[in-house]
């Protein structure tokens, strides 16, 4: 990451929590607002982070652009900004106009831009429960019962414990399919199917605990940990169900066999 | 960013090329080692078989050349120990002096203690074991009560158990975690790390234990009145605990951690190799995502080690997934395929699938509990 993309990303991160902050939870945006708020996106030029320089992006590398839309998942705004991202590298790649404004649905999509709208997913996976993860503990941390905060209650300290591990595997796995996507070459498949694999489960595990210790208050419709959790729920099949991922990645190990489980391990 | 982040593994070609040299080795010397033998993971001991690695400087590797080490990487150590352990390789005979009694001595020791023990480790001739549990020390390691006293001729004279001591009953020597002043209650202050020559020392005695499986891989060590020569003592008196908790970082944060079903993970593609079906595809494919997943984290804790910074945390929370992991094998392999787990079939998935389901309760309980490290992953987080 050099100077420039980790201002951007400051920037962004900025931009993004203020409009996020500003948006009504579980309504319906005014008119204007909206189209204000996606100006201001545009005018940061967020919406070309995934294209390329020569074909009119912000000239990030791969690894920086999905930085930015893991930004987008730890900061949960009402607007498509993943899905216009996706678009515009897909017109740009196929030499079509990119599209005007937000775009709420991509086309058809080959296998290979199922793989990279995939990947996308599972970044945005890796911000919304980076957030969940904040929220829990200082939800802990504020609210007491039994006279003591729940925080030091052992059992909501394991819960939490778990949640940090799972939280920091699902990472750990969607950086790596970026690190593969990055290098080019055949490799970036399987790690994709590996993080979406891993991410959507520690998305099913970790939405489960935050909302377990966040009690009923986070159940209500005014509270912001539902943006992130039905989000993961969306997410974690969308390109590619978890299940259908996870599919992929076990045939082709068995289709290997025994012998080659370890290296095609140190290979992944 | 709340998470702990973990840094991403360095790749490294000097590496790579270790690794084919490691396989190649690794499928001459443990040709002959059936997939029951191999799923005993690291408590297969074979002195040879050590030694063997020794020659080929592949212990020590990361120490200092002036005490028998290589000055290499940790990311090639860490070669080296993945590809021994997803190979079933019998590496207990230099196991933990390789990992972490040596490490401890290259930090605390005193010279001569170096000079005299650090070749041997790195020759594979030397045997460790740990001396840190005892019958009433358990997880609460601090409640340690075994003493050293020292004598009037600056000599020490040890009373107390040491319990579940792996292969003390082979071990050269150990490194004894005890009080050598004060009283249980003043918990962590005055405990020190002695350095134990277990087949010269007088009123030490080792016992069997046996586990569920009747295999004997524990002991209890007996102390009475046992005298450590004055230069016995390892590090700084009265430092105990913070050595000792710089011991199990090392302890904790290798691949061994979710390493130990491999075998078993091995033989249930075997059995599924043709199945079309997609209980057995989503299975295999959620436990290869874990797994590339944990090795990914787990060099992202070499990378931690080789760069000075402390990975506890970090470690923890390989361990705690690693065993997790670990132990759900055998009931996800067993929902798989109609066999009956037996030790004693000649279908090497069913002697496998019976050996692991009786090893793995201790995959969450070796090396800390569970317990022990959520709670070390829960006071990073800020809730202790």
Same mark, same amino acid.
């Not at chain 1, 995939?118 to 890796?126: D, V």
């Not at chain 1, 082709?252 to 012998?259: K, N």
């Not at chain 2, 302890?251 to 130990?260: I, N, V, Y």
């Not at chain 2, 692991?356 to 800390?368: C, E, V, Y």
């Given at each position: ?85 996706? %678009? ?77 591990? &799972? ?14 996507? %990055? ?86 | ?10 790749? /490294? ?69 993945? &590809? ?24 605390? !020791? ?5 000079? %005299? ?21 358990? /997880? ?11 004598? !009037? ?70 102390? &009475? ?12 008196? !009265? ?54 997943? =944990? ?55 069913? %002697? ?28 990073? =987080?800020?809730?202790?």
């Amino acid at each position: 990451m050099d100077d420039i993309s980790s201002i951007l990303f400051e920037s962004a991160q900025r931009l993004l929590s203020d409009l996020s902050a500003r948006a009504p939870i579980g309504q319906p945006m005014a008119e204007q607002d909206r189209a204000d708020g996606w100006r201001q996106i545009e005018e940061m030029g967020l919406p070309f982070a995934l294209t390329s320089e020569e074909q009119g992006g912000l000239g990030l590398s791969d690894a920086d652009a999905f930085e930015l839309v893991r930004i987008c998942g730890r900061r949960i705004a009402p607007w498509p900004l993943v899905e216009t991202m996706l %678009a515009n590298r897909f017109a740009a790649e196929g030499g079509t106009v990119s599209a005007e404004g937000p775009v709420e649905l991509l086309g058809e999509l080959t296998a290979e831009q199922r793989e990279v709208a995939a990947l996308a997913r599972a970044m945005q996976m890796a911000g919304a429960l980076d957030m969940i993860l904040g929220m829990t503990i200082s939800h802990v941390q504020e609210r007491s019962q039994f006279g003591r905060p729940l925080a030091k209650f052992q059992a909501v300290q394991h819960s939490l414990a778990i949640l940090a591990s &799972e939280v920091a595997a699902g990472q750990a796995a969607a950086e790596h399919a970026v690190a593969r996507l %990055a290098q080019g070459g055949s490799s970036a498949t399987l790690a994709i199917g590996i993080a979406r694999a891993r991410i959507g489960e520690a998305s099913s595990k970790a939405a489960a605990i935050a909302h377990q210790l966040h009690g009923a208050i986070g159940y209500a419709r005014e509270h912001r940990l539902h943006l992130y959790t039905t989000s993961l729920w969306r997410w974690r099949d969308e390109y590619g169900t978890q299940a259908w991922w996870t599919r992929q990645v076990g045939r082709q190990v068995l289709a290997a066999g025994p012998d080659a489980l370890w290296p095609m391990v140190t290979a992944a | 960013m709340t998470t702990l982040t973990f840094p991403p593994p360095v790749e /490294s070609e000097t590496a790579e090329v270790l690794r084919t040299e490691v396989r190649t080795f690794l499928a001459e010397t443990n040709a002959q080692r059936i997939p029951l033998e191999r799923a005993e993971s690291w408590n297969g001991f074979d002195r040879e078989f050590s030694r063997a690695m020794g020659r080929r400087g592949w212990l020590g590797m990361t120490w200092p050349k002036e005490y028998g080490g290589h000055e290499r990487s940790a990311f090639e150590r860490y070669v080296v120990v993945e &590809e021994t352990l997803a190979a079933g390789a019998p590496v207990a005979a230099h196991w933990i002096a390789d990992r972490q009694s040596g490490p401890t001595l290259l930090r605390h !020791g005193t010279e001569a203690q170096k000079r %005299a023990i650090l070749p041997r480790i790195a020759a594979g001739e030397c045997v460790f074991c740990i001396g840190m549990s005892e019958p009433d020390a358990g /997880s609460d390691l601090a409640a340690t009560r075994t003493r050293a006293e020292r004598q !009037g001729d600056g000599s020490w004279k040890v009373n107390g158990t040491k319990l579940w001591t792996t292969y003390g009953h082979e071990a050269d020597y150990m490194i004894l975690f005890c009080r050598t002043s004060g009283s249980p209650a003043d918990r962590h202050k005055g405990t020190s790390q002695l350095l134990v020559d277990m087949k010269a020392t007088s009123g030490v005695t080792v016992r069997p234990i046996h586990d569920l499986m009747g295999q004997h891989h524990f002991n209890e060590v007996h102390f &009475e009145d046992a005298v450590l020569p004055p230069d016995a003592l390892l590090g700084t008196e !009265g430092q105990g605990w913070a050595q000792v908790m710089g011991e199990l970082a090392y302890e904790r944060s290798g691949p061994e951690r979710f390493l130990s079903s491999i075998q078993l993970l091995i033989e249930l593609i075997g059995a599924l190799r043709s199945s079309e079906s997609v209980a057995a595809q989503s299975a295999v494919g959620r436990l290869f995502a874990h797994l590339v997943t =944990l090795r990914q984290m787990s060099r992202g804790v070499a990378a931690l080690l080789e760069a000075g910074e402390d990975p506890t945390v970090h470690a923890a929370i390989v361990k705690d997934l690693g065993a997790t992991f670990e132990q759900d094998l055998p009931d996800i392999a067993r929902s798989l395929v109609d066999e009956e787990p037996d030790l004693q079939s000649t279908s090497d998935f069913a %002697a496998v699938l019976a050996y692991t389901t009786m090893a793995a309760p201790a995959f969450s309980l070796r090396g800390g509990t569970r317990e022990i490290l959520r709670g070390i992953i829960a006071r990073q =987080l800020g809730l202790r």
